[in-house]
């Protein structure tokens, strides 16, 4: 076991329609440790280049224009294997397909409209991590 911190969104859907509380929730539930938090809303720019890896996809433009639509929360999350516990939390791309309890089943619409962003792996979580936040926004990072 090993403690981990990931990178999360809630997208602009599940704010919306009001649910960064109950998603907020379900991540405290899950015994996850909030150490970052920003309520925002993503320029073009940003957006462009957080999901660079997606770049040569053809969802890639209507991507950027839903994570742009209104505001969104980062969230900078801590726990024992916060990576795959927040992926399994948040369930599958495809909100349509995602499993009963999970947050993109509950707040989700489709395979865009997904309420949440998390990390998929160390390497992403770091580099995500350090595209929105500095050490100091990290509570215990410095
Ligand atoms: P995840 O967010 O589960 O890691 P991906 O990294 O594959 O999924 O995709 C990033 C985001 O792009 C998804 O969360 C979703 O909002 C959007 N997306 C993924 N696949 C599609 C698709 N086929 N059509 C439209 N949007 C998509
Ligand atoms: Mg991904």
């Known amino acids: 076991m090993s403690i981990e911190r990931t990178f999360g ?5 599940a704010v919306g329609k009001s649910a960064i509380g109950a998603v907020i929730a379900l991540i405290e539930k899950s015994g996850l440790r909030i150490v970052a938090l920003r309520h925002t809303q993503l320029s073009d720019a940003q957006a462009e280049g957080f999901y660079a890896v997606h770049k040569a ?3 890639f433009k209507d991507l950027v224009a ?4 209104g505001p969104c929360v980062l969230m ?7 990576i795959s516990r927040y992926r399994e939390l948040m369930g599958a791309t495809d909100s349509k ?4 309890g999970t947050i993109r089943a509950a707040y989700g619409t489709d395979i865009e409209r997904n309420a949440v962003h998390g990390s998929d792996g160390p390497d992403s979580a770091r580099i995500e991590l350090g595209f929105f936040f500095t050490g100091c926004d990290l509570l215990g990072s410095a």
């Not at 969104?9 to 859907?13: A, E, M, S, T």
């Not at 900078?76 to 916060?82: P, S, T, W």
């Not at 397909?97 to 009963?100: L, R």
């Open 9 to 13: 969104i809630v997208k602009p859907d």
């Open 57 to 59: 996809r053809p969802f």
């Open 66 to 69: 839903f994570m742009t639509s």
């Open 76 to 82: 900078a999350l801590e726990g024992e294997n916060a």
């Open 97 to 100: 397909k995602a499993v009963a």
